[in-house]
């Protein structure tokens, strides 16, 4: 049987991997060659958005690994949104890279923090992203499977070597949580293989199912299942308890890489899922699946923002946001249609701008030392002042809350709110718009308490670190947030 292979579409995946094991083969000959890992990293991350950004802009989807028997199937396929959501997590994994690495030229950061060495880092920041970025465009099981798994399993072990003894409790949480995760995801695709008769999650095997009563139960079934596995993935209310535990205890750039990258790989994920419901057309059965997607989307939205009211180290805070946040991410897929899965991704993309920029500053303020370190010695009150004693650190901080926040002058969060309720108003789900609303009022609050310090009285006398991997980060990332509040039709079309 003869496979047919499309190497540039398979570019944003294969960079990466690639540049893992590129990364710990120059460490074998120049262990001490930092600069170097890093500039491998980076041009192996700029290698795969090169490749993805062709298919961003194109609006047909790219078929490869498709073999050409009579019962056929292509077990990859990336169209724009894949290529979004694709340079989305190779970018995040550059600003990811040059701060757990580029803050470690010169003298300005602690230069042996990172178990294992700069290669080791890097090469688990490559391979997790390499997942990502297969796994949105992945059609079959094995390989959704497989490339969901390594965008996690790295994570796992970045979290335990960044912050030292510190970070074991939160790398256990992780773990444990991942490994309940896998095993509700392997079920889920036990159970829609024994209802579609198929190993892809094409359309055809979903509609065959459809057809009957019996298989309808299963296949709903595993639908929610998965959901529930991945929900693991995307911190959604009850399964986000690793969440705040986690990210308070890793480094704060490993932390950033938990927010971005893993969660457009849950997403994906996701996606791949909600898609292969496109041609069903019955009403009958698919309220389970809206009522739990709407359901865990809106609760995971209250919950979040309610307990991140109370919290005052910006990590945690970080964290119920992102509780809440990815509420808004799943809310849209309700509707079971092409529009929700694209205002899905489009809302998640705004969101990995935003808290970029926002990890980063608390990683400037902080600085690299307070890695796991306990809630008392990182306050949001260590941010009091910075917009009057830092003005572009205060200023792109602030932009970044009022975008989570979705008020003015954060234009990209305001649009990322309207765009996720259009599908799920144009689908009639009118009270889980109304809930929706009244989450979004508590997102408010939650971001403005932490604006009102930003912009209060100075109160903090720890002096900046020089940081410059960091810095560059941080300019970047402003730049992305800066370009796409003034323009976010590049990232809403």
């Excluded at 390499?130 to 796994?135: Q, R, T």
């Excluded at 993309?349 to 008392?376: K, L, Q, S």
């Amino acid at each position: 049987m003869r496979v047919t292979i499309d190497w540039l579409a398979l570019t944003p995946v294969l960079a990466p991997a690639l540049g893992a094991l590129l990364v710990l083969l120059v460490d074998a000959i120049l262990p001490r060659a930092r600069t170097v890992h890093v500039g491998v990293a980076l041009v192996a991350l700029g290698a795969g958005v090169a490749a993805a950004a062709p298919g961003a802009w194109s609006r047909e989807t790219v078929w490869t690994l498709c073999t050409e028997a009579p019962d056929g199937a292509c077990l990859y396929g990336a169209g724009p949104m894949s290529a979004v959501l694709q340079i989305a997590a190779l970018l995040a994994a550059a600003i990811v890279v040059l701060m757990l690495l580029g803050d470690r030229w010169g003298d300005s950061g602690p230069r042996d923090s990172l178990v294992g060495g700069p290669a080791v880092a890097a090469a688990l920041v490559l391979a997790a992203t390499a997942g990502a970025a297969g796994v949105v465009a992945a059609q079959d099981f094995g390989t959704w499977l497989v490339t969901l798994e390594l965008a996690t399993l790295p994570m796992i072990a970045l979290v335990a070597l960044s912050a030292g003894r510190r970070s074991i409790h939160g790398s256990l949480t992780l773990l444990v949580t991942s490994v309940l995760s896998f095993a509700l995801l392997a079920l889920g695709v036990a159970l829609w293989v024994v209802a579609s008769g198929a190993s892809t999650f094409a359309s055809a095997g979903v509609r065959d199912a459809w057809a009957s009563d019996h298989h309808r139960l299963v296949l709903v079934t595993a639908v929610l299942v998965i959901l529930a596995g991945l929900g693991f993935k995307l911190s959604l209310v009850p399964f986000h308890a690793w969440t705040p535990v986690t990210y308070a205890s890793a480094a704060t750039p490993v932390t950033l890489a938990l927010a971005t990258i893993s969660k457009i790989a849950g997403l994906g994920a996701l996606i791949v899922v909600v898609r292969a419901f496109s041609s069903v057309t019955q009403d009958r059965g698919l309220s389970a699946v809206v009522v739990a997607l709407g359901g865990l989307a809106l609760v995971s939205m209250l919950v979040g923002n309610l307990v991140a009211l109370r919290q005052t180290d910006p990590v945690r805070l970080l964290a119920w946001s992102a509780i809440g946040q990815a509420g808004w991410v799943v809310l849209p897929l309700a509707a079971l249609d092409a529009r929700g899965a694209d205002a899905a991704a489009g809302y998640l993309v705004a969101y990995v701008i935003a808290t970029a920029v926002a990890f980063v500053v608390v990683h400037r303020v902080h600085g690299p030392d307070a890695a796991g370190a306990p809630a008392r010695s990182r306050q949001l009150l260590h941010t009091g002042g910075l917009a009057r004693n830092h003005l572009w650190l205060g200023g792109l901080l602030i932009l970044a809350l009022v975008s989570l926040a979705g008020l003015p002058p954060g234009i990209i969060g305001l649009v990322a709110k309207i765009v996720a309720l259009q599908p799920v108003v144009a689908a009639g789900l009118w009270p889980f718009a109304v809930v929706a609303v009244v989450g979004a009022v508590l997102g408010v609050a939650v971001y403005l308490r932490w604006i009102a310090i930003v912009l209060g009285p100075g109160r903090s006398t720890q002096p900046l670190q020089r940081l410059v991997g960091s810095t560059a980060g941080l300019v970047l990332t402003g730049a992305a947030l800066v370009v796409t509040s003034v323009l976010p039709a590049l990232v809403f079309r």
